[in-house]
Every structure is written in C-alpha cells, then in structure tokens.
C-alpha cells in the first residue's frame, strides 16, 4: 500500500525503488489490473467496454508499451548510463498505471464529474509514465523520457491501428 500512495504521489524514488526490486513485478501487475478493473467499472455506466475487455486491454496497452519503450529507450535513445531490461520497465510502467485506479469514481452518475475523473486521472498517469520512464532508463533528461513516451505511443497506436484494420475491427468499437 505505501508504494501505491508513493506512486499516486509521483514520488520518483519509487520508480528507481521497484525498478531494482524484481519482485515487484506481481505488485505491478496488480496495479494494472485494478486500473482495468477500475477503469471499466467507472466507464460502464456509460456504455464503456465492459470490466473485463477493459482489463484484457489495460494489461496487453501496459505490455505492448513497456516492451516499445524499452527498444526505443534502450537501444535508439539510449544515454551513456542507461542499464535496463524489458522487466524493469514493465514494473515501473505498472506503478505509473496507480493514478487509473481512481477511476472507479467514474461510478458518480453525473456526467461531468465522470469526464473530470477521467481527463484527471489521463493526465496523472501521462506524467507519471514519463517519470517510470526516465527512472527506468536512468535518463538525467526529463526532455528525453518525454520523447520516448511520444514515440512510443505513436508506435503502439500504430500498431494497434494495423491490427484492427487487418482483423476486420476497424471502425468498429473494441
């Protein structure tokens, strides 16, 4: 639980904290699921994907990412210090999903406050996954973790853009 508020509170030690710890991994995974969890359960109301499709789908995004991220940050965009392997930046990049956990507050029928929850909590994680990035690349440029989490979106949407498309998808919601 205390790496949870401390991921919530973008504490960048953290992040260099699970990064060394490989049995963190579980702890991430489960983050990453209860931010499916939550995501969907606060997007249900409102014709979402449903719980489980949205979960299946948080955890293969987290996995897809992770592993984009680290070919870009380690091996395109590396600096001199930068030591890391796929697993570290699976378990910093599961506790940068600590802020979707929130969007179980996305259950308050109001469509409003369901819109804020939801931008709020996009934002909080977009800032924390440039955080798990620079710490999991040992990056001294907060420019340069903000490049690869660029990059590896835009890869990552790519793909899954190709992917739809070619299993007939395109068009239609996930």
Request: hydrophobic share 55%.
């Amino acid at each position: 639980m205390s790496r949870i508020v401390r991921a919530a509170k973008l504490d960048a030690s953290l992040y260099g904290e699970v990064k060394a710890d490989k049995r963190a991994l579980g702890q991430a995974v489960g983050i990453v699921v209860c931010s499916g969890l939550a995501s969907g359960v606060g997007g249900a109301a409102s014709g979402g994907i449903g719980i489980l499709k949205m979960t299946i789908l948080v955890l293969v995004i987290w996995y897809v990412w992770s592993f984009i991220a680290y070919i870009i940050g380690a091996r395109l965009l590396a600096e001199d210090q930068t030591k890391t392997d796929h697993g570290e930046l699976l378990r910093t990049v599961g506790f940068a999903f600590t802020p979707g956990l929130f969007r179980i507050m996305g259950i308050i029928p109001i469509p409003m406050i369901k819109g804020m929850v939801f931008f709020a909590t996009t934002i909080w994680m977009l800032i924390a996954l440039v955080i798990a990035v620079k710490q999991a690349l040992d990056y001294k440029s907060t420019f340069r973790a903000v490049g690869v989490f660029l990059f590896s979106s835009i890869v990552q949407a790519i793909i899954f853009l190709f992917l739809s498309f070619v299993l007939g998808g395109a068009g239609k919601p996930v």
